[in-house]
């Protein structure tokens, strides 16, 4: 079984960072792909970025440019850097983990971003 924890989420002004974390126990021996979607009230839940096992990454045009992705596979933590917070950005972020391609993988609690003045 694979357990993800997401930590990191907060309230932020407009411009303002944070780095969420997810970290990943259990039992595998590679992963897929690890996934980061966020969720707002009244919208469906979106893809935001990924990176791969292999390290590519992707990114939604959305927060290209501002948001990163980086994983610490000592720590089995991946981490969304949140920069340059606009008010459309605050949502629930989930961190989604896939062992195997096509999978629905495991989800994580998500963690909560408010960004507002």
């Known amino acids: 079984q694979v357990r993800l924890v997401e930590s990191g989420g907060g309230l932020v002004q407009p411009g303002g960072s944070l780095r969420l974390s997810c970290k990943v126990s259990?039992?595998?021996?590679?992963?897929?792909?690890m996934q980061w979607y966020r969720q707002a009230p009244g919208k469906e839940r979106e893809l935001v970025g990924s990176?791969?096992?292999?390290?590519?990454?992707y990114y939604s045009e959305s927060v290209k440019g501002r948001f990163t992705i980086s994983s610490d596979k000592a720590k089995s933590t991946a981490y969304l850097h949140v920069n340059s917070l606009k008010t459309e950005d605050a949502a629930v972020y989930y961190c989604n983990f896939k062992v195997s391609a096509g999978t629905p993988g495991y989800w994580g609690q998500g963690t909560q971003v408010t960004v507002s003045s």
């Open positions: 990176i791969t096992s292999s390290g590519n990454v």
């Open positions: 259990g039992r595998f021996v590679s992963f897929n792909v």
